[in-house]
């Protein structure tokens, strides 16, 4: 099953976090490391002016390689929040504004709004790509949403899409869905829809593992704390497959239900 704390290596194509070439970086956790840093910088544990850990120091809490920590902190230095300065480190320089920091909003239901935290362009994995029945490498969004219970990460959701898929949305409903600013909506069944895919059946499969050191600092869990998983392919009405998600979620009221029409 795919490891859900895996965060797109962004490509060329996303105009931001460059795209890391050798180093280490493995399908990868940079992109959570990098929300870490942030909410502890918001929390005061590293204010403006104070420098951030060291690639070594990040490298030995999470347990990655050089390259994932250098491109976690990349991701703070490519959004303004942090400046790097020879022979000092790597200085916080900015905090997200208040609105930045706002409650997540909540659904209809009183259950809070999963909040997209990336969305970008990255090479799709052979199992991604098996999934989506294209070639291995080949370019897909990637998004990554974070559901909350009060304040607390309780599940997060891993979504994949063809390019050819996202590009239709793009021209056809105006939305650039591999920028989470310019599509903040966690839910693109819609967008789907008004693109001309029709998405109608969904293969899932359900399992159980410990969580990766990430996925535990993320979630505020112990290691030794099991996890729901699981994994989903999304077809349109031609049989085509749309998106591929991949969940994540602690166990009890956010575990997952299933309503399944029995035929016969």
Do not use: C
């Not at 891993?158 to 909506?185: C, F, K, M, N, V």
């Amino acid at each position: 099953m795919t490891n859900a704390t895996a965060a797109p290596v962004t490509a060329h194509r996303a105009g931001r976090v460059p795209r890391q070439r050798g180093g280490g970086v493995d399908e990868v956790k940079y992109r959570l490391i990098a929300d870490h840093l942030i909410a502890a910088m918001n929390r005061g544990e590293h204010p403006v002016g104070s420098t951030l850990p060291t690639l070594q120091q990040l490298m030995e809490r999470f347990g990655v390689a050089r390259g994932t920590a250098r491109a976690a902190v990349a991701v703070l230095v490519a959004e303004g929040l942090a400046t790097p300065r020879q022979g000092y480190g790597t200085v916080v320089s900015a905090t997200r504004t208040r609105s930045d920091q706002a409650k997540p909003r909540t659904l209809p239901s009183g259950i809070p709004h999963p909040k997209v935290v990336l969305s970008g362009w990255t090479a799709a994995t052979p199992d991604i790509a098996s999934r989506l029945g294209i070639p291995a490498g080949t370019l897909v969004v990637h998004r990554i949403r974070h559901h909350h219970t009060g304040t607390r990460v309780t599940r997060i959701e891993q979504q994949w899409l063809p390019e050819s898929i996202a590009t239709a949305i793009e021209e056809r409903t105006g939305h650039d869905i591999s920028d989470r600013d310019d599509t903040p909506q966690p839910d693109l069944t819609p967008l789907l829809r008004h693109a001309g895919f029709d998405p109608v059946v969904a293969t899932v499969q359900v399992g159980a593992r410990l969580p990766d050191h990430a996925e535990a600092d993320t979630m505020r869990l112990s290691t030794d704390t099991p996890l729901v998983v699981v994994d989903r392919i999304t077809h349109s009405s031609s049989g085509s497959p749309v998106e591929v998600t991949s969940t994540v979620s602690t166990t009890g009221r956010t575990a997952p239900r299933f309503t399944i029409p029995i035929t016969g």
